[in-house]
């Protein structure tokens, strides 16, 4: 099997995880996709199931790489590609500015990041609503996520509501309060490129050192999640 990416940790696992303040923030229609695409574009567009679903859907199989080192092997997405999607339903529709090459991706949660177009044209970029030959579910970002596999984890952003398209990177901020160090503007894996200003190989020490606490707090909150949802069935 080829090597890992520098830096990185296989595990056994895919679990829940990111950055603290959304561990407790859930979808509240996890089954419906709707995402707005907006920014600088000439009309605002919004995608639902029905819109994608005149995409041809691609499957792939890639690595996942969190930014705290871990990786997970050989995932089995299903969903459309970026750059199907993008030259389908949102070039010639909502027809962004001809310089917006930004793109901001925004979570349900708020959580929200950015990357650059021409990182998202590649051909193993995806909007995935099925994992493992499952649909998506809660804890890895249903109803749709963005796969990105050449880029860390928290590029590939869950529960997608919005995506914008921006001629100036300034248009948007890292989620308050966390520094914008965290935030590479490419995060490519091959590069380690985990933040800016900071080299890779530093940020990984102290990156793993988090690793553990995170798993179990995103791990007990879902499993009180879940509880919540099912008390809430009953009554
Ligand atoms: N909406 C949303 N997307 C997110 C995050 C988040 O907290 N909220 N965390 C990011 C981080 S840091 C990682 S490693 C991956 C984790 O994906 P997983 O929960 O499917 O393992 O989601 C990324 N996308
Ligand atoms: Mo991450």
Excluded at 10 to 18: D, I, K, L, N, V
């Amino acid at each position: 099997m080829s090597t890992l990416p520098p830096g990185q940790v296989e595990r056994a696992s895919f679990p829940r995880f990111g950055l603290g303040k959304f561990a407790r923030r859930f979808p509240a229609t996890p089954e419906t996709i709707a995402v707005r695409i907006a920014g600088d574009v000439e009309t605002d567009v919004r995608l639902d199931a029905a819109r994608l679903g005149t995409v041809p859907r691609a499957t792939q199989r890639s690595d996942f790489h969190c930014v705290t080192t871990w990786s997970v092997r050989d995932q089995a997405w299903s969903g459309w590609r970026f750059a199907d999607v993008y030259e389908r339903l949102i070039a010639p529709v909502a027809r962004p500015h001809a310089d917006a090459r930004f793109v901001v991706f925004r979570g349900e949660d708020g959580y929200c990041t950015i990357l650059l177009l021409e990182d998202l044209l590649r051909p193993d970029v995806l909007l995935a609503d099925r994992l493992n030959d499952q649909p998506l579910g809660i804890e890895h970002g249903a109803p749709l996520r963005l796969v990105a596999p050449a880029h860390y984890g928290y590029k590939n952003v869950k529960h997608l509501v919005a995506i914008e398209f921006w001629r100036d990177r300034r248009a948007y901020r890292f989620p308050f309060p966390y520094p914008a160090l965290m935030d590479h503007p490419r995060a490519r894996v091959a590069f380690e490129e985990r933040g800016r200003w900071i080299p890779g190989a530093i940020l990984r020490r102290l990156y793993r050192l988090i690793i553990p606490f995170t798993v179990w707090n995103f791990s007990r909150a879902l499993a009180a999640h879940r509880t919540r949802t099912i008390r809430d069935a009953k009554i």
